[in-house]
């Protein structure tokens, strides 16, 4: 299965923008980009998915590389509840046989 | 139902007993996933349904742990002679079908292990 790599830790202040990371190199023409949450103490959240295009919700932006070898989830103004670990995965039309999340990026946010 | 139901929510045992963790997932997901998460690490795979069908079962941490899904809906994830080491939580995700990369999982609240 296609594999992501993403930063251990990011740190944000209040207000301000995030920029989160994800390598993924070997993927695959059918692969969609997908990212999760996870709140501490709770089960991770579903946050957006992409397959070539840009994408937007009101949770947050996802931008993509023209060579699809990398994308950027985008947390516009970051709150303290957005402090969560983040994980960047790779979904195609495959079973699911070891759908794996990786450690993700636990994002910090200061007051 | 509107979202992936685990049960119980907290489960306290003792080693060597065994315990049956439960998921209902969103009507209509025929995909499953169980994860199991240990205090402060990652998601751990464990095991993928498609239907009531499992066709890898190499997650699974030993043969104390089994999983069944019936009627492609409830599954049930038990594990045997439970040891300290199983204490986690223990996730549920259901989805559409994978005929789409497009579809999203929905995880459940977790099932929180604890072996004294």
């Known amino acids: 299965d296609a594999k992501t790599t993403q930063p251990n830790s990011m740190e944000s202040n209040e207000e301000e923008p995030v920029h989160l990371p994800c390598n993924h190199s070997?993927?695959?023409?059918?692969?969609?980009i997908h990212w999760y949450r996870q709140l501490p103490s709770q089960g991770p959240e579903y946050v957006i998915h992409?397959?070539?295009s840009n994408v937007n919700n009101r949770m947050a932006s996802l931008a993509i590389a023209e060579d699809r070898k990398s994308s950027t989830l985008i947390l516009h103004r970051a709150t303290l509840r957005d402090a969560a670990v983040y994980y960047c995965i790779l979904r195609d039309v495959s079973p699911d046989y070891k759908l794996s999340f990786g450690a993700g990026t636990t994002v910090t946010v200061r007051a | 139902g509107a979202g992936v139901s685990q049960s119980p929510s907290n489960k306290v045992t003792e080693k060597g007993k065994d315990v049956e963790l439960r998921c209902d997932p969103i009507?209509?997901?025929?995909?499953l996933y169980w994860y199991r998460q240990s205090l402060g690490q990652g998601l751990e795979f464990l095991i993928y349904?498609?239907?009531?069908?499992?066709?890898?079962k190499s997650g699974l941490p030993s043969d104390r742990f089994s999983a069944e899904r019936t009627g492609g809906s409830v599954s049930t994830l038990t594990i045997q002679r439970t040891q300290q080491e199983d204490s986690a939580v223990y996730l549920c995700?259901?989805?559409?079908?994978?005929?789409?990369?497009?579809?999203?999982?929905?995880f459940g609240a977790g099932s929180r292990l604890t072996v004294l």
């Open positions: 349904f498609q239907g009531n069908s499992a066709p890898d």
């Open positions: 992409g397959l070539t």
């Open positions: 070997t993927i695959s023409g059918t692969d969609y």
């Open positions: 995700a259901s989805s559409l079908a994978t005929v789409s990369g497009a579809n999203v999982l929905t």
């Open positions: 009507s209509g997901h025929t995909a």
